[in-house]
């Protein structure tokens, strides 16, 4: 075949996505994500990370929202961007917030736990030496 000539059954047209199909899309890839089958999703559908990625910071500078089928997407306002990685921040220090307040509770039953096992071995009579 001649490099020149169209693939067989002629070019393809791109795929285009509704905003609506595209927040499905992150969504479904998110819950494939906490199975552990992201890359499956993936390529079940034929889309990309990158597409993930993108429509992920438009879906969290709300441009995505309120979207009718055909509308256009344009790029997210300043403010968006920035209520975007406020968000992304936020969610950040909540789930840090969450490993340390797990971390001192265990550390917290820890102590409470070795304070326990120290009375004990205090209030157990000593074995006398011969």
Known sequence: MDAS????????RRRSFTPAQKLDHVAAYEAALTQ???GA???QEGLYSSQI????RLRDAGVLA???AGAKVGRPTAEQSEIARLRRQLDLTQR???????ALD?????????EEISKSAQDQPKPKKR
């Open 66 to 68: 309120g979207k009718s």
């Open 36 to 38: 552990g089958g992201g």
């Open 106 to 114: 265990i550390m917290g039953k820890t102590h409470a736990l070795l």
């Open 53 to 56: 990625t993108e429509w992920r």
């Open 96 to 102: 840090r917030l969450s490993t340390t307040g797990a």
């Open 41 to 43: 999703y993936l390529r």
């Open 5 to 12: 000539q169209p693939r067989f059954g002629g070019p393809t």
